[in-house]
């Protein structure tokens, strides 16, 4: 049980760094997701989350802010104290948040944070879908923070 909890995820970033693993018997599904929440690339301004799910239910989190796993039903919470009774169960989480959290902010820092692109506007004279006009402006704006630009 210990292993498969350690093990049994594959990647997928978002801004959030996720990851998700799904499978399915019998019409129930389980899934569980770990991700790291952080603002900066320094590890203490990282958690590491990974939370196990059962039809769509969490039943059970391990948080590193806590360093424990916590338990959210009957069942999560019985796995609860029984992972937090091993140490090296916790030791491997712990280890997770700086392998899998550190290494991929770093190049998530690298590849996309860092990199800035110069913000352009785009205006193009189309045909509407229907209606009385016969043509329409539609605007493109990219790269910029601005909610609303005036033209």
Same mark, same amino acid.
Request: charged share 20%; aromatic share 14%; glycine share 6%.
């Given at each position: ?21 799904? @499978? &399915? *018997?019998? #019409? ?6 770990? +991700?790291?929440?952080? =603002?900066?690339?320094?590890? %203490? ?17 391990? @948080? &590193? *802010?806590? #360093? ?6 009957? +069942?999560?919470?019985? =796995?609860?104290?029984?992972? %937090? ?67």
């Amino acid at each position: 049980m210990n292993s498969s909890f350690l093990s049994s995820f594959q990647h997928q970033y978002t801004l959030l760094l996720s990851q998700t693993n799904c @499978s &399915s *018997s019998d #019409g129930f599904r389980t899934y569980d997701l770990a +991700y790291c929440d952080f =603002n900066s690339s320094d590890l %203490n301004d990282v958690e590491y989350i990974r939370s196990l799910y059962y039809n769509k239910f969490e039943y059970i989190r391990y @948080s &590193s *802010s806590l #360093g424990k796993c916590v338990g959210y039903t009957e +069942y999560g919470v019985k =796995n609860a104290e029984h992972f %937090n009774k091993d140490a090296s169960l916790l030791a491997g989480l712990r280890a997770e948040k700086e392998t899998f959290c550190k290494n991929n902010i770093d190049i998530y820092y690298q590849a996309v944070l860092t990199k800035s692109v110069e913000p352009y506007v785009r205006l193009r004279s189309t045909a509407p879908s229907g209606g009385k006009h016969s043509a329409m402006l539609v605007c493109t704006q990219n790269g910029t923070r601005q909610k609303k630009s005036d033209l």
